[in-house]
């Protein structure tokens, strides 16, 4: 097996093998929340937060309890009470000290715990069998170009919002429309650096 570099599992993560536009995970939220940029903005950074610290995680878990033991099957179950447990964590942080942030952010904090980006990168570090720097760069990359994308989208339909649609194109059909065509422009990277 070749030996990839964190630098660039870091950038493929961003761009090329971006978990929005090249796996489609975590589209509910991308959907949901990406009408306002601060808001999209603010979700971004607590997504990549969450990815970047639960990764990091689910690594040390699975490589030193699950893998030793021989429960490697179990880890579709501690992979996801690990993520709900850290963003329950996270999320009386953020009520307690960032009322703001919490009140805008809404019933969409606690659904990072259900955004299947976040199980996504833990089980694709598994089956990739990434090192430690390796899921630490998936991790944060993943996280940057899930912010990315959904600040790329919340500005666009900015743009749009107040433009003639026609009727079948309003909501989520012109969402669906612009995030296939974002993915496009992202495919444009797949010639610089690719990861499987």
């Given at each position: 097996m070749?030996e990839?570099?964190?630098?660039?599992i870091?950038?493929?993560?961003?761009?090329?093998?971006?978990?929005?536009?090249?796996?489609?995970?975590?589209?509910?939220?991308f959907?949901?929340?990406?009408n306002e940029?601060?808001?999209?903005?603010s979700?971004?950074?607590?997504?990549?937060?969450?990815?970047?610290?639960?990764?990091?995680?689910?690594?040390?878990?699975?490589?030193?309890?699950?893998?030793?033991l021989?429960?490697e099957?179990?880890?579709?179950i501690?992979?996801?009470?690990?993520?709900?447990?850290f963003v329950?964590?996270?999320?009386?942080?953020i009520?307690?000290?960032?009322?703001?942030l919490?009140?805008?952010?809404?019933?969409?904090l606690?659904l990072?715990?259900?955004?299947?980006?976040?199980?996504?990168?833990?089980?694709?570090?598994?089956i990739?069998?990434?090192?430690l720097y390796?899921?630490?760069?998936f991790?944060?990359?993943?996280?940057?170009?899930?912010?990315l994308?959904?600040?790329?989208m919340?500005?666009?339909?900015?743009?749009?919002?107040?433009?003639?649609?026609?009727?079948?194109?309003?909501?989520p059909?012109?969402?669906?429309?612009?995030?296939?065509?974002?993915?496009?422009?992202?495919?444009g990277?797949?010639?610089?650096?690719?990861?499987?």
């Amino acid at each position: 097996m070749i030996e990839i570099s964190p630098f660039v599992i870091f950038f493929a993560a961003i761009f090329t093998n971006n978990m929005i536009l090249s796996n489609f995970l975590g589209m509910c939220s991308f959907i949901a929340i990406s009408n306002e940029i601060k808001t999209s903005w603010s979700l971004g950074q607590a997504v990549t937060f969450v990815l970047t610290f639960t990764t990091l995680l689910n690594y040390f878990v699975y490589h030193e309890i699950l893998k030793p033991l021989n429960l490697e099957y179990l880890r579709y179950i501690v992979f996801i009470i690990i993520i709900a447990a850290f963003v329950q964590l996270i999320e009386m942080i953020i009520d307690r000290y960032f009322q703001t942030l919490y009140y805008a952010l809404g019933i969409f904090l606690p659904l990072i715990t259900v955004n299947c980006a976040i199980l996504g990168v833990s089980l694709f570090m598994v089956i990739r069998e990434y090192n430690l720097y390796q899921s630490l760069a998936f991790g944060v990359g993943s996280g940057i170009g899930w912010t990315l994308a959904i600040v790329t989208m919340a500005g666009i339909r900015k743009r749009i919002k107040n433009n003639p649609l026609p009727k079948g194109l309003e909501g989520p059909g012109i969402t669906l429309i612009i995030t296939g065509l974002i993915a496009l422009a992202f495919l444009g990277f797949s010639g610089i650096v690719q990861i499987q």
